[in-house]
């Protein structure tokens, strides 16, 4: 929980960059009511955004609450920043609220831009071959890549466009199916890659 000022600047910073090529909405979350550190970590981040990102919609959130809030109201959220700790707690609790880990991408970003595109999941394989793998998390993980890499968020929003279409009209993998899924409507891997790419043309 040892953080010093460029470090948080420099969090802080890929932090407003994401929230500029979205919805110009940024949560900090912190617990400044209890730990020095987070006292530094909102200080500096309200110097930072105020300075360089005025634009910026920028709240603060104590951890906790944050957690309540990821749970039962996530739609508020868009961009939260956080220290590693709190990040790693809230990052789990959001690949809960997808209903499967198959369902999130990452990125792991440098401070150009340029960085990691990657499915949360690992490599699953126990059933590798079986065509039970959700690919969404891979195909929005380049999603991320055309966004955040290459600034082509046009290109970035109709492949995200595409997946809500497919899961709005009630395909799923079967991951991610209830019991009153169709039969017909739950796809394999190779399936939902296919009627993704439908949706896109």
Not at 9 to 21: E, F, H, L, S
Not at 52 to 73: E, F, G, R
Not at 98 to 122: D, N, V
Not at 124 to 149: E, F, R, V
Request: glycine share 6%; aromatic share 6%; net charge neutral.
């Amino acid at each position: 929980m040892i953080y010093s000022v460029p470090e948080i600047q420099r969090i802080t910073k890929v932090a407003c960059d994401a929230a500029m090529k979205r919805n110009k909405k940024l949560t900090s979350v912190d617990k400044a009511n209890v730990l020095e550190s987070s006292k530094l970590w909102r200080k500096v981040v309200v110097d930072y955004v105020q300075r360089h990102y005025p634009q910026l919609q920028l709240s603060h959130m104590y951890v906790d609450n944050a957690a309540m809030q990821l749970a039962t109201n996530p739609k508020q959220f868009d961009v939260i920043v956080t220290e590693n700790m709190f990040g790693d707690i809230l990052s789990d609790l959001a690949s809960a609220i997808t209903g499967s880990i198959g369902m999130l991408p990452s990125a792991s970003l440098s401070e150009t831009g340029f960085g990691l595109f990657e499915p949360i999941h690992g490599s699953a394989p126990d059933i590798a071959g079986q065509g039970k793998a959700n690919p969404l998390a891979q195909i929005l993980s380049g999603s991320m890549m055309l966004k955040y890499a290459f600034g082509l968020n046009t290109e970035s929003t109709a492949v995200e466009q595409a997946i809500m279409a497919v899961l709005e009209d009630g395909y799923r993998t079967g991951d991610i199916a209830s019991v009153s899924t169709p039969k017909d409507k739950i796809l394999s891997t190779s399936a939902m890659g296919d009627r993704v790419t439908g949706y896109l043309q």
